[in-house]
């Protein structure tokens, strides 16, 4: 069983930056694809972006790219979301996921979740 934890959500002004991190802990954490998704209020929840074990291969969804990095670090079993440019439409709760399935990011079905910590981008 894996435990996710995030932190480093708050408030912040359009066009500034926040850096969202993710502890994992139980089994084996490290070994597993980490990512992160979003849901705004009223909203389905959507992918954000996904990192493979060993932090090789990196996926964004498209509203994010060259904005957002997602980045791992298997000796402190974390993960992060840097974000940069944040639009008022970034506004979300973000939860980080783990899964044995780096293609289960995708399909919307990683086999853990965190709470998430909420985003808010103002105009």
């Known amino acids: 069983q894996v435990q996710l934890v995030e932190s480093g959500g708050g408030l912040v002004q359009a066009g500034g930056s926040l850096r969202l991190s993710c502890a994992a802990s139980?089994?084996?954490?490290?070994?597993?694809?980490m990512g992160w998704f979003r849901q705004a209020p009223g909203k389905e929840r959507e992918f954000v972006a996904a990192v493979t074990y060993g932090g090789g291969t990196t996926e964004y969804a498209d509203s994010v790219k060259a904005r957002f990095t997602i980045s791992r670090d298997d000796l402190r079993n974390a993960v992060y979301l840097q974000m940069n440019g944040l639009k008022p439409e970034d506004t979300a709760d973000y939860h980080c996921?783990?899964?044995?399935?780096?293609?289960?990011?995708?399909?919307?079905?990683?086999?853990?979740w965190g709470q998430g910590t909420q985003v808010i981008v103002s105009a």
């Open positions: 139980g089994g084996t954490a490290h070994t597993y694809a």
């Open positions: 996921a783990a899964s044995f399935r780096y293609a289960s990011f995708r399909a919307g079905a990683p086999d853990y």
